[in-house]
């Protein structure tokens, strides 16, 4: 038999067994709705395949990974392609590289447009003592050795500026490894798409180089991060019918507010036209929903795990904390009687000499 597992999500406990492709079914129990082993008699009845994939999943894939819909008939229809998987999915796969391409010369906008390019995603490990492990989302290479690495940030840590220099580091120090100098080796840029805007008076599109603060001038090419701060887009009704350009299409991608405002958007830009119909074949994927909902039940169970371990400190920490004010107490009560002991030697005229051999304890330390 599967074991099953248990976790606790607000008021409700959900059950399911350790994720295996094809094995998930949902069944009321008396505990709250649970995920677990499906036999064939207590099987879920068949899922009718013009519902929206995950509408019974309402654990590990809720409404954040889906794009919203006014219209109740499109609801998780289009997966957030904001989330890691399905930006991975969605711009690595050999067969999309034209919307690749589409990316990276909106954003970099070269002398002539990038023509190929080769895309995968890495996890990159360091030589370093602590043995630090860089995971890009996305490394693509296009004519001549250029290498670029793309990061897709939903909620950006506060640190995300020092993050992707050092991701930038890792990857063009890999780069010059080959090079015979310094100077043959191709340039490295990286590109940050953040839903948290890092630096507002940027605006949409910021561009970092390293330049001399006076003239201004760039100490080298090599180096180049650009970073899209989808909180910088501006809402439709404030543009008016002014045409869009390739950044705020792609920004208008990532962040559309609906479905609806997506499709509206694909009846006028061929661009949005393709990423829409590409976006609604992976959303399609049950590869790559499956792959959603054992990276979010990993996640619950690092939380639930996280939540555990805090609460054992916690109780631990208030238990010892106990031991030590009955411990702390037992002492102040001694000397508080030590102290009485030896106050009325004393008004009966020992000496103090005396009186500390009597109570054990000099009489400084009684306050005496």
Known sequence: MTPTLSLRAGHRRHSFTPFVPGSLALREGSEGDGYRSGDPAEAAPAVDPTVAPAAFDPLLLDDAYWVPSERPE????????????????LFADPKRAPLLLELLNAVFRPP??????????????????????????????????????????????EDMGDRVLFYWASLHAETLERAAAYRDGPPTYALAIVGRSLDRAAGLHATYRVTEERTGSVLSDRLRIDVLQLGELEPLDKRGRRRQTRVELLARFFRAASAEE????????????????????????????????????????????????????????????????????????????????AATLLAQGLTREAVEAVVKVPLTDLAL
């Open 112 to 157: 002539r447009p990038f023509v190929a390019v080769e895309a995968q995603g890495r996890e990159h490990e360091l030589g370093h003592a602590d043995r630090k492990v860089v995971r890009i989302d996305l490394v693509a290479t296009l004519e001549g050795g250029l290498r670029v690495l793309v990061e897709m940030q939903l909620v950006p840590p």
């Open 262 to 341: 997506l499709e509206n958007l694909a009846t006028e830009y061929p661009l949005m036209a393709n990423l829409v119909e590409a976006l609604t074949d992976v959303s399609k994927s049950s590869d790559l929903r499956e792959t959603l909902r054992a990276a979010r039940a990993s996640a619950i169970f690092a939380e639930q795990a996280e939540l555990r371990k805090t609460e054992r400190a916690h109780a631990a920490g208030k238990a010892e904390g106990l031991a030590e004010g009955e411990h702390k107490g037992k002492l102040e009560g001694r000397l508080e009687a030590k102290r009485e002991v």
């Open 74 to 89: 499109h609801r998780r229809a289009l997966l957030d392609p904001k989330r890691d998987l399905v930006f991975k999915t």
